[in-house]
């Protein structure tokens, strides 16, 4: 694998990428697009990805904290859990969303029936 400057290739894209990535969550966050909440969830994860990308034996010793034999595989499993949370959250807002838009156009249609109905009554 190459190196540059100490770091692999892989290090150096991962680091560029978190970078450029967490520049887009500050833009979302001053054009009022997300909440500061989000801000710093999204802060924390590319700040996470940055540092494992840095020191990479981290996640080695964080397996052996928890048993699990490399450190790749907790990746994969921290990964499939934050991944299934904002599936979830995902499918929550739908859903309310969802919910609105017919409350939304239930009353919508009520009011242009009615509206209708006067209209044709001064007829």
Excluded: C
């Amino acid at each position: 694998m190459e190196m540059i400057g100490g770091f692999g290739i892989l290090q150096i894209i991962g680091i560029i990428f978190s970078l450029f990535a967490w520049s887009r969550v500050i833009l979302r966050y001053k054009d009022k697009n997300i909440s500061t909440f989000e801000l710093a969830f999204w802060s924390i994860v590319w700040g996470g990805v940055v540092i494992i990308a840095l020191f990479p034996w981290i996640f080695t010793q964080i397996s052996f904290f928890f048993g699990i034999g490399r450190g790749v595989d907790i990746l994969l499993y921290v990964g499939m859990i934050v991944l299934f949370y904002l599936l979830f959250r995902l499918y929550v807002k739908l859903d309310t969303q969802q919910k609105e838009i017919t409350k939304l156009v239930r009353e919508m249609s009520i009011s242009t029936a009615y509206s209708q109905k006067r209209e044709r009554k001064k007829i």
